[in-house]
């Protein structure tokens, strides 16, 4: 039975780890072939390994996707292992949790070029290949944080927030020549990266106890759930969704 992106090149920014390795899990299993991007060398060769163990395809490229060589290379590795990329996951970005005063301009830099840059340079450098080969789809991930605003995470309430816009923008430019773009949009999520999030908000002084949680969103979102939302709207099963921002919160921004 054909998977819903069989055979389908598709690539995974921040694929090595978190949600973004159980994107690259969850993908192959659906019959694609993938390309993990990440600067975790050592995590993305032994995820690339492990799919292709199962039966997969899958390999990895190296890449800063703040870095438009970096990402060109990662594409271009893409491009010929699996032919155009017509499905991409842009994943890769990070947080900063410091109070606003506190925050620098080295900080605003380096998390606007980790969260917004990385996903121009990619979509730029993608897109070619999958118009010419006829269309495809991205998903780029944002968060709750782009219309719901936490203390001490200005500067990164502030990129999803770009994100947020950015995914919609692409989608209708390029509506019209067969690309879609949405934007998934977690909660709180238990991968590593989301506990340090939760631990360093607790030590500003932000409730973020396991009661606050329950209220907000009843429990932490797992990294297998985001990978299914974002499968969704790469798959064809969301054939007339664009443009649009799902949000994978169990309510969160909804009370």
């Given at each position: 039975m054909a998977g819903r992106l069989n055979g389908r090149s598709t690539l995974v920014s921040g694929g090595a780890d978190g949600c973004g390795a159980a994107a690259v899990r969850l993908f192959a299993a659906e019959g694609a072939?993938?390309?993990i991007v990440d600067r975790q060398r050592d995590k993305g060769e032994a995820l690339a390994a492990e799919i292709r163990a199962?039966?997969?395809e899958a390999?990895?490229?190296e890449a800063d996707v703040s870095r438009r060589a970096a990402v060109e290379a990662a594409v271009a590795a893409a491009t010929a292992a699996f032919g155009p990329v017509t499905a991409l996951f842009n994943h890769a970005g990070s947080i900063v949790v410091k109070p606003f005063l506190e925050t620098t301009d080295e900080d605003y830099d380096w998390l606007m070029d980790v969260n917004v840059r990385s996903m121009f340079l990619m979509t730029r450098a993608v897109l070619p290949g999958m118009i010419a080969a006829g269309g495809g789809a991205i998903v780029c991930t944002s968060s709750i944080s782009a219309v719901a605003a936490t203390p001490a995470e200005v500067l990164y309430d502030t990129t999803k927030g770009a994100v947020h816009m950015f995914a919609r923008a692409i989608g209708v430019e390029f509506r019209d020549r067969g690309v879609r773009c949405n934007a998934v949009?977690?909660?709180?999520?238990?991968t590593a990266h989301g506990r340090r999030e939760v631990q360093a908000l607790g030590g500003f002084g932000v409730d973020v106890s396991e009661a606050a949680m329950a209220a907000q969103q009843g429990r932490m979102c797992r990294p297998d759930e985001v990978a299914s939302a974002a499968l969704f709207l790469l798959s064809d099963e969301?054939?007339?969704?664009?443009g649009t921002h799902l949000f994978v919160d169990n309510a969160f921004t909804a009370i």
């Open positions: 072939r993938v390309t199962s039966g997969g390999i990895f490229a949009c977690p909660g709180f999520i238990d969301a054939s007339f969704i664009n």
